[in-house]
């Protein structure tokens, strides 16, 4: 296939693209989660919150920046970021 600026990209690339942009969802709605969490608190603790406040808005930027023809970014998300949402996925079950 072929993009708007006459680049080819696969359907393993656009398969590829979509998995790390649910990665990076999925890591944005724990973020989410957890602050709604702490802020529900008596006491919530404001460094949790800016923590993952920050975390978050770093997830984001990262989901808006992914382009599917800059495959190898694409790969490092799906590395680096992978493992921990199957590690938070496992351990929410």
């Keep these: 296939m072929v993009s708007d600026n ?4 696969t359907q393993d690339d656009c398969v590829n693209f979509e998995s790390a942009r649910e990665i990076l969802s999925g890591l944005i709605g724990f973020r ?5 969490s702490e802020r529900d608190k008596i006491q919530p603790k404001t460094t949790d ?3 993952w406040e920050t975390e978050k ?3 984001i930027e990262e989901r808006r920046r992914l ?3 800059e495959q190898d ?3 490092k998300i799906q590395r ?3 493992t921990e949402l199957k590690r938070l996925m496992e351990y929410n079950d």
């Design 73 to 75: 970014n694409v790969s």
């Design 57 to 59: 808005t770093t997830f």
């Design 67 to 69: 382009n599917v023809l």
């Design 32 to 36: 989410v989660k957890w602050i709604r």
């Design 80 to 82: 680096l970021y992978g």
């Design 49 to 51: 919150i800016t923590k």
């Design 6 to 9: 006459n680049q080819e990209w």
